[in-house]
């Protein structure tokens, strides 16, 4: 049993069985951060599904009023304050203010996670919602993900929107506002998800409740997703990418999906190697971390319909040696899991598999579709078995 450090622990029962203390952590799936700031959509209303098996009497949630950048920027502000109001809802319908402060709204500063109070709830597993109305100061905040079928809905405007964070409301708009976490006292494994483009999604269906390489497969474990388009290793590495980090206080585990944006724009495998240990050394100590190797990127004459029309980019002789090294799991990780393997026509070959169909592993190749997000689960690489508390 691989021990964590985190104020994580276990006692004897009677019988002498071992019987998990609990702690503080995630407690849903779908946590995010946001991926877009939009002076245009100052306010928004939004309403956002979370899953959790067991049983709630107390949660807190964690807003964030800072974004993260594309490129090597990393987390930035909104550019101002942001004030949020915020309710549980289960069953749909039965609203629980949540509070800060002792207060129904909350003001976060720029750049900063503003957590709410612990606050009482009644829940028994299963679906329930977080309900958030944010005005913000500069810009709004938010990520493009809605999914209806589990009742994702949200409203943005530059003013005039109504505080519905009590009372509920109705809108089709294709963007949420979600919580950077929500937690409590548990005894199941929490994991926090590292990563870019092809973490957040891209290339999928952002209608899905889970999306990416990596949410798909632990749709039952509580996780936050912090994958963003065009995010690089760099700055998630030091200071830039502490608030990303810091969730990992919440978590068992940690996957890091990173790095192929660093491989695009020319990093070396040294730079990349540390890039991947400082996240590991960066986290909160004794909890988990995760590798995962790097699917490729190509170009094709034929939209990627078939393998001999693709042609992997000069930069595949990097992410060659990457790969390499992940799959020699190195000390100090709990493992990896093998992404590239599952969707690469041969290993290392830098190219995407095919079967004559026009994009159907990818259709830009660069990200995986729908269809290729579905076999890396189908594939069973990632295993929701190897999450365990403690």
């Not at 309710?87 to 750049?111: D, H, K, L, R």
């Not at 709410?116 to 500069?138: E, H, K």
Request: charge should be neutral.
């Amino acid at each position: 049993m691989i021990g964590l450090g985190i104020g994580l622990g276990v006692t004897h029962g009677a019988g002498g069985g071992v019987v998990p203390v609990p702690r503080m952590a995630l407690v849903g799936t779908r946590s995010a951060v946001h991926g877009t700031s939009d002076a245009t959509r100052k306010q928004s209303m939004s309403r956002t599904a979370h899953y959790f098996s067991g049983s709630l009497s107390q949660i807190k949630i964690g807003i964030a009023n800072w974004v993260v950048n594309s490129g090597g920027t990393g987390e930035t502000g909104s550019g101002g304050d942001a004030t949020y109001t915020a309710s549980f809802e289960y069953p749909a319908g039965v609203f629980t203010q949540i509070t800060f402060g002792g207060s129904a709204s909350g003001v976060a500063t720029n750049a900063t996670t503003i957590e709410s109070d612990l606050v009482n709830v009644s829940f028994s597993g299963g679906w329930y919602y977080i309900n958030i109305f944010a005005t913000y100061a500069a810009n709004g905040l938010y990520t493009f993900r809605q999914a209806t079928g589990i009742g994702d809905k949200g409203i943005y405007a530059v003013s005039g929107l109504a505080d519905s964070t009590m009372t509920g409301f109705v809108s089709a708009t294709a963007i949420t506002h979600p919580p950077l976490y929500i937690v409590g006292m548990s005894t199941q494994a929490a994991v926090l998800l590292l990563g870019d483009s092809r973490c957040a999604g891209a290339g999928g269906d952002a209608t899905l409740a889970d999306n990416g390489e990596l949410a798909p497969s632990i749709p039952l474990i509580p996780y936050c997703n912090t994958g963003r388009t065009g995010a690089t290793g760099a700055p998630l590495a030091n200071s830039l990418g502490a608030r990303r980090r810091a969730v990992s206080q919440y978590c068992t585990d940690v996957i890091n999906e990173m790095n192929i944006n660093d491989v695009t724009s020319g990093s070396t495998l040294a730079q990349l190697q540390a890039r991947r240990e400082a996240v590991r050394t960066g986290v909160t100590a004794g909890v988990r971390v995760w590798n995962t190797t790097l699917a490729p990127v190509s170009t094709s004459t034929d939209s990627w319909a078939t393998t001999v029309n693709q042609t992997a980019t000069a930069s595949n002789t990097i992410r060659v040696q990457f790969n390499d090294w992940v799959r020699s799991n190195p000390a100090g990780y709990a493992g990896y899991f093998d992404i590239a393997d599952v969707v690469e026509s041969a290993r290392n070959s830098g190219i995407w598999k095919a079967d004559g169909t026009p994009g159907k592993w990818t259709a830009d190749g660069t990200h995986e579709t729908a269809f290729a997000y579905q076999e890396i689960v189908n594939s069973g690489v990632i295993n929701p078995a190897l999450f365990t508390y403690p």
